[in-house]
Nanobody, 123 residues
């Protein structure tokens, strides 16, 4: 099977920085888009940033200019560098990836989610 394991969450003061990491492991043939989502208490999960296999990035308006998504394809890992954190960035952050793996003779792509990592920004 395939899994995503996140790390790097924690408590930080407003204006501070954190770097999240998410590593994919298992029987992986290729990875298409990788993304970070977040879900604040009482709110729906929202897209924070997404990066394609060739490095093209898209950001939510609320984080543009403060957050940077990147990936290391050799390590099957995606990162989220978060600078200038605000209390409204407090949420559980989830990694998401579209991962291809061979199942018998077929190449199948499936969407995989990490378990989430909590980011808390104090004012």
């Amino acid at each position: 099977q395939v899994q995503l394991v996140e790390s790097g969450g924690g408590l930080v003061q407003a204006g501070g920085s954190l770097r999240l990491s998410c590593a994919a492991s298992g029987s992986i043939f290729s990875i298409n888009d990788m993304a970070w989502y977040r879900q604040a208490p009482g709110k729906q999960r929202e897209l924070v940033a997404i990066i394609t296999s060739v490095g093209r990035t898209t950001y939510a308006g609320s984080v543009k200019g403060r957050f940077t998504i990147s990936r290391d394809n050799a390590k099957n890992t995606v990162y989220l560098q978060m600078n200038g954190l605000k209390p409204e960035d407090t949420a559980v952050y989830y990694c998401n990836a579209n991962i291809g793996r061979w199942i018998l003779a077929d190449l199948k792509f499936l969407e995989v989610w990490g378990q989430g990592t909590l980011v808390t920004v104090s004012s």
